[in-house]
């Protein structure tokens, strides 16, 4: 662990279930397909886990 003294859960579940939130809204009003919605999930996965390497390495 980098930061042995953060407790990472908490903020980690709130940004997932935010997130499932907002996917759910947007497939309910057919804003986006399903298939969209992986790929974004994935792209920003991407995005912020290279960023964080690039900060923190």
Same mark, same amino acid.
């Given at each position: 662990?980098?930061? @042995?003294?953060?407790? @990472?859960?908490?903020?980690?579940?709130? !940004?997932? =279930?935010?997130?499932?939130? =907002? @996917?759910?809204?947007?497939?309910?009003?057919? !804003?986006?397909?399903? *298939?969209?919605?992986?790929?974004?999930? =994935?792209?920003?996965?991407?995005?912020?886990?290279?960023?964080?390497? *690039?900060?923190?390495?």
């Amino acid at each position: 662990m980098k930061f @042995a003294t953060f407790d @990472a859960l908490y903020p980690l579940l709130g !940004a997932i =279930v935010l997130s499932g939130l =907002v @996917a759910t809204c947007r497939l309910y009003l057919n !804003a986006h397909k399903p *298939l969209e919605i992986y790929i974004g999930f =994935v792209y920003g996965f991407i995005i912020c886990f290279l960023g964080f390497e *690039l900060i923190y390495p």
